[in-house]
């Protein structure tokens, strides 16, 4: 069973950015598609950003995100990415990896469609 391990948040201020990474802790991510979710204080998880484990360099996002985030991913480093980029304090959230073999583009927003989650790295924007 793969582990997904997190890391990269933080406190920022408004405008600022960070990158987030996810790795596997038996080298095998790769092989998996991965997304990126996020759930804040008394709310939902919600979908943030996908990539297939074929990369193309293409990534799939939350409407809300497009243009602000940006997910990407290095196979030989074994890690996904998902950089930040003009912060906001409503982007204050738990920010969760998941991943999973066999995505299908029409699942990549519903949560319960991957197979493994990491521990979550919080990311919190300051005003």
């Known amino acids: 069973q793969v582990q997904l391990v997190e890391s990269g948040g933080g406190l920022v201020q408004a405008g600022g950015s960070l990158r987030l990474s996810c790795v596997a802790s038996d080298g095998t991510l790769s092989a998996y598609s991965v997304g990126w979710f996020r759930q804040a204080p008394g709310k939902e998880r919600e979908f943030v950003a996908a990539?297939?484990?074929?990369?193309?360099?293409?990534?799939y996002y939350a409407d809300s995100l497009k243009g602000r985030f940006i997910i990407s991913r290095d196979n030989g480093k074994n890690t996904v990415y998902l950089q930040m980029d003009s912060l906001k304090p409503e982007d204050t959230a738990v920010y969760y990896c998941?991943?999973?073999?066999?995505?299908?583009?029409?699942?990549?927003?519903?949560?319960?469609?991957?197979?493994?989650w990491g521990q979550g790295t919080q990311v919190t924007v300051s005003s």
């Open positions: 998941a991943a999973d073999r066999n995505l299908i583009l029409s699942s990549i927003r519903i949560g319960a469609q991957y197979d493994y």
């Open positions: 990539i297939f484990r074929r990369n193309n360099g293409h990534g």
